[in-house]
């Protein structure tokens, strides 16, 4: 991002208090639960909420608890894309309620999965929120969120730094995005949403966020100091997605 993008980006974010997080569920359950992460995590939220009066709506993925009951239940039968949406849908209900647990005097004791069950903050500082229904992933229902609550930015929340411009697990050339409108990202990733996609956005929310003029931050999970950054609005690392 260069300096005029970012004064914009600051600018936008400055009197920003209530903010919706996709967070990646293999950053809360990978080969186990990371509670490492988890502790770092709890101390930082409770601390925006505390110093700066922040409001958050936090999503949880389904994260490898996901893939492991997918293809569990593949090798003993055919399942459908339907089926296996709804393995990852209760994962993420599960990965939420652990969230909720942890956040219980700060939280909303009743887990957003269900469009419009939740209308407003009320007297909570968090509001921890999971899988909807099939074809919808928890990128989408964050975003989806967003425009729900009218607030304009989403922060997406997982394992890569940036957007880049070939999966960098398989591409060694692949290279970081600052700055992409969600026009040109939709053609680096896949058209259509399948259970266990493995986007840094998905298709069906940067279609969503591009339709209602959302603007998304996807950055590193475990850098806490850069999501302070992004909070404070200062410079930080990661990818700036919106239609501008």
Known sequence: ????????YAFNMKNQKKFVIALGGSIVFQEKIDLDFLKKF???????????????????????????????ASKISKVSNEDKDWLGIHATRLN???????????????????????????????IIGA???????????????????????????????YVYTK????????KPIKKITWQNYLKLIPKKWSPGLHAPVDPIAARLSQKE???????????????????????FKGTVLGNN
């Not at 999966?167 to 692949?174: G, L």
Request: charged letters at 25%; proline letters at 3%.
């Open 42 to 72: 709890y101390a930082f939220i409770k601390s925006r909420i505390l110093k700066y009066n922040n409001k958050f709506i936090i999503v949880i993925g389904g994260g490898a608890i996901t893939r492991k009951y997918q293809q569990a």
């Open 167 to 174: 999966d960098p697990r398989k591409h060694k050339n692949a």
């Open 1 to 8: 991002m260069d300096k005029k993008d970012f004064l914009l």
């Open 131 to 161: 899988g909807w229904k099939p074809g919808w992933s928890t990128d989408f229902v964050a975003c989806q969120i967003a425009v729900d609550f009218k607030i304009s930015k989403v922060i997406i929340l997982g394992h890569p730094d």
């Open 213 to 235: 003029n959302l603007e998304a931050v996807v950055a590193n999970a475990l850098d806490l100091g850069n999501l302070q950054r992004i909070l404070n609005s200062q410079i």
């Open 96 to 126: 939420a309620h652990l969230i909720r647990t942890i956040f219980k005097k700060q939280a909303n004791p009743v887990i957003f999965e269900q469009r419009f069950k939740i209308k407003n903050f009320g007297k909570y500082s968090l």
